[in-house]
């Protein structure tokens, strides 16, 4: 515990204030030396509940006994260290003759981190860690007082409870609304044939049903329309309920189930190696269980992937094309359609985690998720630019990928405009443009600042917001996907192009065709997945292959990724059913998680953040850690998005 070795001493502070305290700890460690100031302070180590070899080896992560600090009449501060290339949590016991707002003192600081380096302990630490390096001299240190962090409700926060209220109100009162309708209904029917009985003409009662009945139907249909998204039955019918559309694409489902899948095993596995033991997580660098982790972070190209395929195949269905080309201004009208589906979800979603869920939780690590929480920035997300922004002021921090994405469906509605106004080839050689252009920016972007695999690069200063979240950066998959999307449309309204001659190719030969794309696209994903394991072994050594390479690996990936899913699903495509594609990939639970992944989105992140920060000890790295985490946060997160759904979510 190599913060026990400076800080569990102000528990001798006695009558001595903080700051005069830490001056003669300096001089008494220079006197007397460092080992028997270690000795010296030994016996208050195990009110933090630790262990001597864990001292020893120097973890930057351990958080003691909370209550147990407490019991003894003790103060427990937690304290986050910001640095290069991620940040530390620790917890702390202490006297109560120091305050949480005596640590955070500049001058405090400066004298804290001058111990630390001047002990050689942290040398040691680097020595052990290898891949992190850890530098002080940058570092910020912010203590937290685990009794007195929540933040106070102001107006947001009323706002965030009238809006939860008013669904609810609507959800309760909603059958009540739909018996009044039919009692109406009936009603009106029972005029309409009043009126039918005193006409004497039989084509005045038929005019006469006709004029009465019409505006009973479109009263029924509005009122219907005005209530159905707040009616419980009705939407749990709609979500269990599963209608057969375009059969070919079925495997679409099974992509965005298993991506929902991978998204959470990804974040929890992220989240988790940034607050737990260190070198437990160093441990595991070199196991299969880091390496499949790790490849989780494709899920994100898996979803652009596919939202590019279906962009493409409902904005070029004909008689949208011909509405553009008919009005070239429509086209907003398909921009302000996906904003009013995203943007009531979205902005509960922003709501709920950064007004009510901080009153959710207590402890000495919530602060950690009361940093994921803090929302000052939300109109970024809103207007959808927050993943332009250099800066880490997030607000709703994943929300990154729904700007990306809108971003992405912006620049192809061009294509789109020239498709219907001019014709397909120049549309199509636009988004193959496009596709160009955005590999060659991340290809030089990654050569540029020397990006090494996917693991290694996720330590690399500034990458997530310089790289990661940039559209032109995350466009091959997202430009593939929509070329492909074109290619479909086309086929399914007998244009001739490149895939229907492909499946005039295809369908003489099925069998082989079928292996081919299956043995083709497993090839390319696990050559992609696997391939860098020869790399993960020897992690001490970032230069094991060419940094060059590595460059180009990093760059070309997730195109990769896409390429792969995009000779996979080709047989379904063309018609040709199978197990995997209709039996496996088609499943009721896939078609369900299909129908919540949009809100699931949304809240999964909250609920893997307020689990992570209820722990009162650090959670150790291990498989059976990881995998019981992902267990219970998978099925909260399916219980919370039932319940979350919306009906105008995506």
Not at 62 to 81: A, D
Not at 130 to 155: C, E, Q, R, T, W
Not at 377 to 385: A, E, H, K, S, V
Not at 644 to 649: E, L, N, R, S
Request: glycine share 6%; charged share 15%; with cysteine.
């Amino acid at each position: 515990m190599l913060l026990n070795y400076i800080l569990i001493p102000i528990v001798i502070a006695s009558q001595e204030s903080c700051q005069h305290y830490m001056t003669s700890l300096l001089v008494k460690a220079e006197i007397e030396g460092y080992k028997k100031l270690f000795e010296d302070i030994w016996p208050y180590v195990s009110l933090s509940g630790t262990r001597y070899y864990l001292l020893l080896q120097g973890s930057l992560n351990q958080f003691g006994m909370f209550e147990t600090c407490l019991r003894k009449g003790y103060y427990y501060s937690s304290l986050k260290i910001e640095m290069e290339p991620v940040p530390s949590y620790y917890g702390l016991c202490h006297s109560r003759e120091c305050t949480t707002d005596d640590f955070n003192d500049e001058q405090f600081q400066s004298d804290f981190k001058e111990l630390i380096n001047s002990t050689g302990i942290l040398d040691t630490y680097n020595v052990k860690l290898k891949l992190f390096k850890v530098s002080l001299d940058n570092a910020d240190f912010i203590f937290y007082d685990p009794l007195n962090y929540n933040k106070n409700s102001g107006v947001m926060f009323i706002l965030t409870l009238f809006l939860i209220g008013m669904l609810l109100l609507l959800s309760c009162f909603n059958p009540i609304f739909c018996q009044l309708i039919n009692i109406k209904r009936q009603v009106k029917v029972s005029i309409n044939i009043r009126d039918i009985e005193n006409n004497e003409k039989q084509d005045d009662e038929n005019q006469g049903l006709t004029n009465n009945q019409i505006p009973v139907v479109k009263q029924e249909e509005t009122n219907k329309l005005c209530f159905l998204d707040y009616s419980i039955q009705t939407s749990y019918n709609t979500l269990f309920t599963f209608k057969d559309h375009d059969t070919n694409l079925s495997i679409m489902e099974g992509y965005r189930s298993i991506g929902f899948f991978m998204v959470i095993f990804g974040h929890q596995f992220l989240d988790l190696a940034k607050s737990s033991f260190r070198f437990e997580m160093i441990a595991q660098l070199k196991s299969w269980l880091c390496l499949n982790l790790v490849n989780m972070l494709y899920s994100v190209d898996m979803f652009f992937w596919l939202g590019g395929f279906f962009s493409a195949y409902m904005l070029l269905e004909k008689s949208k094309v011909k509405l553009v080309k008919r009005n070239g201004f429509s086209i907003f009208g398909f921009l302000l359609h996906r904003i009013l589906r995203i943007w009531p979800c979205y902005a509960i979603a922003i709501l709920i985690s950064s007004q009510l869920v901080p009153y959710l939780g207590d402890g000495p690590r919530w602060f950690m998720a009361l940093d994921r929480f803090e929302c000052a920035t939300g109109w970024r997300n809103l207007i959808f630019i927050d993943n332009l922004f250099y800066d880490t002021q997030y607000c709703f921090p994943w929300g990154w990928y729904l700007s990306t994405d809108m971003q992405l469906f912006i620049s192809c509605l061009i294509p789109v405009f020239f498709y219907a106004k001019v014709n397909s080839k120049v549309a199509k050689a636009m988004i193959v443009s496009l596709l160009i252009i955005t590999q060659t920016i991340g290809t030089v972007m990654s050569l540029v600042n020397e990006y090494l695999l996917p693991p290694f690069a996720l330590t690399q200063p500034n990458m997530h917001q310089n790289y990661y979240t940039k559209p032109f950066t995350r466009g091959p998959p997202y430009y593939l996907g929509f070329l492909l999307g074109v290619l479909y449309r086309e086929l399914k309204e007998n244009n001739v192009n490149a895939l229907s001659r492909l499946q005039a190719f295809a369908q003489q030969r099925q069998l082989n065709f079928k292996l081919f794309c299956y043995l083709l696209g497993i090839l390319i994903i696990g050559g992609i997945w696997f391939g860098w394991r020869p790399a993960q072994l020897h992690y001490e050594h970032q230069d094991y292959w060419n940094k060059t390479i590595q460059s180009f690996w990093f760059a070309f990936c997730r195109l990769g990724i896409a390429l792969g899913m995009s000779v996979l699903c080709l047989p379904c495509l063309f018609g040709m059913k199978d197990v995997f594609n209709m039996t496996f990939m088609r499943n009721n639970y896939f078609r369900f998680i299909n129908k919540i992944s949009f809100s699931g989105y949304l809240i999964h992140q909250i609920i893997i953040f307020g689990l992570l920060g209820q722990f009162y000890q650090t959670p150790n790295f291990s498989f059976e850690t990881i995998f019981t985490l992902y267990i219970g946060n998978l099925f909260i997160t399916q219980i919370c998005s039932t319940l979350f759904q919306w009906k105008t979510a995506l």
